[in-house]
């Protein structure tokens, strides 16, 4: 060991270069973080607890479940991001199954008819809440509150006005049905032994697309500028509104895809469903780093987020424990991620990185 | 002014049209008038101060400026063609750029975005075209550095930078983007004298780079020591419009403190016992100032 003393390098001379972050610095500043330590943490507590949580079935279930809050997590994620709300998310999937079924039924038109008007019908309710948002400038969840109540009314009015039950008849007989349900929730697949879902794979696709299009884009710039300080991002000539409207747009036509999984998955839809599945969507965002006020977050935050809610509703059932435990485990989630993510952020951006 | 020609000079001619002039502007919200009767002009390689106390209307001139607010009489010309701002983007359409007293930065973005934010760099990827971030961090680096403003990390978000530092990166951003008039709204209000003076440094670069500035704030030394031409408003109307030969700093000064109302409310405290004589004789010395002029920072 005598002679390797001899070669230590010499003290680097970084007074010209910029100094470097630490990896801690560099992780700490990172949105998902929080969410990351979380979500680790969390496998390996069920993976102790739960002996059935450990086979790659059960992964693949609890990404299964993940996926179906993940993939409008995206959706809303960006939305929050952009320094809103949607309340009416939740309905909204219900809203446009319902109607992509019960058109192409009572009309017996060919499915995918239906579900072109779903998807024009969810861009419209995204556009609605976008613009009486802008145009009143009434808070948005003010504004998706109330479209949440009279979505929800009418998934019930219209359906029992239609059909005379609660729920849509099946479609698995119509024309269109086969190639839409491979689209939206074609049969598992396996890879390697490994049972994976369609939704899965969407999700990810969302997650990816999201995060490319926040990072690398300018209107991922605008995003990040209007829920920052729309003020100021009006004055350089943002186009505020415009991205505001286009980002519940979004949530609206993934509101869509999610109710087509929803629909194909079941062939059937249960009008009252999606009530409180909107909370699931923001916690996850928050959880995944998204701040309430908006302006900072990001895609794959929210879907560590979805990832965390589908191992907890996943494992406490695999633990063999009361499911009502979930609702608890939830709230007691969102607390502490809304505080981590305080005290993370504060400790991320009062580091001022010393200028010459 | 009443035989000025009306017949707008071609743009570019360096006598020519001034860069923004304003004739006869009024401004109403609702039964409110805001402003009345400005006349100010903008030339290119000039200072112009716009001074005046809160509420005087600086804020309401500026934002006609800017777009963000319509005159409701009088006209605005830019080279001399008579123009009405829609919106904020036809201003800088124009090469009129402000930067606000709240900068219009977002403090959780990146210095380099926060640089090119509403008029982003992109480059083809694939079929798409994405933020070419590189080349966008590499410009905001040499064109801060141009101004003076050497930043170790671009990357950190701007809410880090110091408020000097703030206004400055507004600044050089403005001046990047081919701005021509630069408006600055208050810029030196909520800094300490270091800071001003470093801020007070890039405004004159900036006049020296050929644009003309419009400069508002409510401390008449700041204004002074830069400015060419002042402009005082008050509650509304022009009360003062003197190029520099025609005014000193005591005038100035005076005039900002309130001048009158400022000596007529001393006497009004003296009489009802709150102010002393000695305050009243103080007050009357600044505004009839024959020894050295006294600080009126707010």
Same mark, same amino acid.
């Given at each position: 060991m005598s002679q390797t003393l001899e070669t230590a390098p010499p003290p680097v001379e970084r007074t010209a270069e910029p100094p470097r972050k630490s990896l801690l610095t560099i992780l700490l500043e990172r949105p998902e973080i929080g969410a990351f330590v979380a979500a680790v943490a969390i496998f390996v507590f069920f993976f102790a607890v739960a002996p059935p949580f450990r086979s790659l079935a059960a992964f693949s279930t609890v990404l299964y479940d993940s996926s179906t809050i993940g993939i409008m997590a995206v959706g809303v994620a960006l939305l929050m991001i952009g320094g809103e709300f949607d309340l009416s998310a939740g309905v909204a999937v219900i809203t446009a199954a319902l109607t992509a079924a019960m058109l192409s039924y009572e009309l017996s038109l060919n499915l995918w008819v239906g579900a072109i008007v779903a998807l024009a019908l969810a861009l419209t309710i995204g556009f609605a809440n976008g613009w009486l948002v802008m145009k009143t400038g009434i808070p948005s969840f003010l504004v998706t509150l109330s479209t949440f109540f009279m979505l929800q009314g009418i998934n019930l009015g219209v359906t029992k006005l239609l059909t005379g039950t609660v729920a849509t008849t099946n479609v698995s007989n119509m024309d269109g049905f086969d190639t839409l349900r491979t689209i939206f929730a074609s049969s598992p697949f396996s890879i390697g032994g490994f049972t994976l879902r369609i939704t899965v794979v969407w999700w990810l696709f969302f997650v990816a697309l999201a995060t490319w299009l926040l990072i690398r884009t300018r209107v991922g710039n605008w995003i990040f500028a209007v829920g920052g300080n729309a003020a100021s991002a009006r004055a350089v000539g943002v186009p505020v509104k415009a991205v505001k409207i286009g980002l519940f747009m979004g949530v609206g036509s993934l509101a869509w895809f999610y109710g087509m999984h929803r629909l194909y998955a079941f062939s059937t839809v249960q009008s009252g469903e999606g009530v409180g599945n909107e909370f699931l969507y923001i916690i996850a965002a928050v959880v995944g780093g998204c701040l309430l006020t908006g302006g900072y977050g990001s895609p794959v935050g929210a879907a560590i987020g979805a990832f965390i809610f589908g191992m907890t509703r996943q494992g406490i059932v695999y633990a063999g424990w009361d499911p009502s435990w979930y609702r608890f485990f939830l709230g007691a989630m969102l607390l502490i991620a809304v505080v981590v993510n305080l005290y993370v952020r504060q400790y991320a951006s009062s580091r001022k990185v010393p200028t010459k | 002014m009443t035989e000025t020609v009306t017949t707008p000079t071609p743009a570019g001619d360096a006598t020519g049209a001034p860069l923004i002039e304003m004739t006869d502007v009024g401004k109403a919200y609702g039964a409110v008038r805001? @402003?009345?009767g400005i006349n100010v002009r903008v030339d290119a390689g000039e200072i112009t101060c716009v001074l005046g106390d809160n509420g005087a209307g600086k804020s309401t001139l500026i934002k006609i400026m800017a777009g963000l607010h319509q005159h409701s009489e009088g006209t605005v010309r830019v080279d001399g063609e008579e123009v009405r701002f829609d919106s904020p983007r036809q201003a800088l359409e124009k090469g009129i750029a402000t930067v606000y007293q709240d900068l219009a930065?977002? =403090? @959780?973005?990146e210095v380099w975005r926060n640089f090119f934010l509403g008029s982003e760099k992109r480059k083809r990827f694939g079929p798409f075209n994405a933020l070419d971030s590189n080349a966008m961090r590499k410009t905001a680096k040499e064109e801060l550095s141009k101004m003076g403003i050497e930043l170790?990390? @671009?990357?950190?978000?701007? =809410?880090? @930078?110091?408020g000097g530092q703030r206004q400055c990166v507004a600044i050089a951003r403005a001046v990047y983007f081919g701005a021509r008039v630069l408006i600055l709204d208050e810029p030196t209000a909520a800094l300490g004298v270091k800071q001003s003076g470093v801020v007070l440094k890039y405004v004159a670069k900036a006049r020296e780079a050929g644009l003309g500035v419009v400069f508002i704030t409510h401390n008449p030394h700041h204004a002074y020591m830069v400015g060419d031409h002042f402009v005082v408003l008050k509650l509304g109307r022009m009360s003062l419009d003197a190029h520099r030969e025609e005014i000193t700093l005591e005038d100035l000064t005076a005039l900002m403190a309130g001048g009158d109302e400022l000596e007529t409310l001393a006497h009004e405290l003296q009489r009802s016992g709150v102010a002393s004589a000695d305050v009243v004789k103080e007050i009357e010395a600044v505004e009839h100032p024959h020894d050295r002029p006294q600080g009126t920072q707010a």
């Open positions: - | 805001a @402003l009345e930065v977002v =403090g @959780l973005m170790a990390d @671009l990357n950190q978000p701007i =809410g880090t @930078l110091s």
